[in-house]
């Protein structure tokens, strides 16, 4: 087993920088503490990286970044801001992009930490197996794991997440202020996030016993394509709907293609808040899911956990999710 100066800190009952203080020679630590530092380092057989320890506080500097589809614009900004905000710091990212989560990622995990990364940052759910996450949790107990949108509700393991059920929740009664009682939903993956989100689909049509038609919600795969002939065959089925909710902007894109090329007006919304909201024609309204506070929240726990230790950090921390109303919003 790789010894670490997180299991020190552990086993001493102080925090990471304590340990680190020890390493450097500081004079900023009791003798006492010191003595019983240097034996427990003895005791568990700890011997200090050289080449990290030459780096400052037995640290690489680095920070190992996993997600599934870097190709993917959200997350390609998540990965930019994390990048941009763990530089500040003096810290580089090594990014692993997994590719579709098929029950097998947890070489990627066992890689990244077997380069002495300082901490793990998940973005979304690349893990979702039992081996997977056991690996994961394992990882852990040595090195901070913060988890952006996914929650394993793990020891060890810190999450920042976007209350995204409530959020569409809410998405659903200003709809249906509006007038709108028969949306439909087009979604992609049940990850941990598409699974809160049809949640609060669900959740806001029951709250205001609007009829949920099964041939209204349709899960189809991310791209423009499947959006568009999705809400062709709404249409050409006759199906009623006066609103187009989807899990993803790109999703909105396409269902708001395949409306004006029919000649019907509905409010479309997408997700995420993405640059692709924008560009769209009409501007396309959007629920911002906060991924630029996500980030810098993960970057502020690396921070906190990797120098100071951890002390009062918090396991989880949550956003809520805003609508951004934009032209494809008004009826």
């Known amino acids: 087993m790789n010894i670490t100066i997180y299991d020190i800190a552990q086993k001493c009952g102080v925090s990471i920088a304590t340990v680190s203080r020890v390493l450097n020679g500081s004079s900023r630590v009791s003798e006492k503490t010191r003595a019983r530092i240097l034996e427990v ?61 098929r029950g097998r990622n947890s070489k990627y995990i066992t890689d990244m930490t077997a380069k002495h990364v300082d901490a793990i940052i998940t973005i979304g ?21 913060i988890t952006i949108n996914c929650d394993y509700h793990l020891p060890n393991m810190y999450s920042v997440v976007c209350n995204e059920k409530e959020g569409m929740r809410k998405l659903v009664h200003w709809l249906a202020e509006k007038g709108c009682r028969k949306p439909a939903y087009l979604y992609d993956f049940l990850t941990y996030s598409g699974r809160h989100k049809l949640d609060g689909f669900y959740q806001g049509c029951r709250e205001l016993k609007l009829d949920v038609s099964d041939e209204r ?88 956990l990797t120098e100071n230790g951890g002390d009062a950090v918090p396991v989880r921390t949550e956003f809520s999710a805003d609508l951004v109303e934009r032209e494809s919003f008004r009826l």
């Open 125 to 145: 759910t690349p893990f979702s197996s039992e081996k997977d996450i056991r690996q994961l949790q394992q990882v852990a107990e040595s090195v901070p794991v």
């Open 217 to 304: 919600i349709c899960q189809i795969e991310r791209t423009l394509e499947a959006a568009e002939a999705s809400v062709d065959r709404l249409v050409a089925s006759q199906c009623e709907f006066d609103a187009i909710l989807t899990s993803e902007d790109v999703l909105a894109v396409g269902a708001q293609r395949a409306m004006l090329r029919s000649g019907m007006n509905v409010p479309v919304v997408g997700w995420n808040n993405s640059i692709l909201a924008q560009c769209a024609t009409p501007t396309l309204s959007s629920v911002d899911n906060k991924l630029a506070s996500l980030c810098a929240a993960a970057v502020n726990l690396v921070i906190t």
């Open 41 to 101: 380092m003895k005791d568990m057989g700890y011997k200090p990286n050289p080449f990290a320890r030459g780096l400052g506080l037995d640290s690489m500097k680095i920070v190992g970044v996993i997600c599934t589809d870097v190709a993917d614009i959200f997350y390609a900004r998540a990965v930019s801001l994390l990048e941009e905000g763990l530089r500040r710091h003096n810290l580089d990212v090594m990014l692993s992009n997994t590719g579709e989560d």
